[in-house]
């Protein structure tokens, strides 16, 4: 059974940061891209960040801010996120294989205070 399991969330003061991680389990993503989104309230799950072998893409919001890398032999992904701002407030959400068809976590909650 594969399983995503997000940590590193919680409440910060604007211009903090915080590194969120992903362990996936049940099968390997090697060869697979994994992605953060994030969904705050009352708004529409969004595209962070993504990473496929060694391309990285960032949804643009992020300018600058934030930087995914993963760790293949541990089965994880992370999402460094710098000079945090209220707006970053929301769940965070891992996904592995593809928004479609892929595996997602149960999220990890942000919260920027201003």
């Known amino acids: 059974q594969v399983q995503l399991v997000e940590s590193g969330g919680g409440l910060v003061q604007a211009g903090g940061s915080l590194r969120l991680s992903c362990a996936a389990s049940?099968?390997?993503?090697?060869?697979?891209?994994m992605a953060w989104f994030r969904q705050a309230l009352g708004k529409e799950r969004e595209f962070v960040a993504t990473?496929?072998?060694?391309?990285?893409d960032y949804g643009d919001f992020v300018k600058g801010r934030f930087t995914i890398s993963r760790d293949t032999a541990k089965n994880t992904v992370y999402l460094q996120m710098n000079s945090l701002k209220p707006e970053d407030t929301a769940v965070y959400y891992c996904?592995?294989?593809?928004?479609?068809?892929?595996?997602w976590g149960q999220g990890t909650q942000v919260t920027v205070s201003s």
């Open positions: 996904n592995a294989g593809g928004p479609i068809a892929g595996y």
């Open positions: 049940g099968r390997t993503f090697s060869r697979s891209p």
């Open positions: 990473i496929y072998w060694g391309s990285r």
